[in-house]
C-alpha cells in the first residue's frame, strides 16, 4: 500500500466542506483508502464523520494511504488546496 503525506491546506482545517469534497473523491477512488492524523490510527477516509473526527487543523500533516498511485497523487492534491476558497 502506498502513501502520501500531505499538509492540510484549507484554512479551517478538515471541517464539514473540505472534509466532504475529500470523502466524496475517496469513495469516487475505486479502491480502499485510508487518512491518518500525525501518529494516529488511519480511518475510512470515504467516512466524511471519521474524517471530521480526525481534527485535522489547517498545517496538520496527514498521511493518505491506497493500492493506486494515481488516486493518492489526486487526493494529495486536493488535500494540499485551500478547499474553502473553491
Partial sequence: MSQRTVAVA?????????ASLFSQAAAAAGVPVTIAKGGGAPVDAASVLLVMALAARHGDEVTISADDDGVLDDLAAMLATDLDAE
Fill in 10 to 18: 484549507s484554512a479551517q482545517g478538515l471541517h464539514a466542506r473540505p
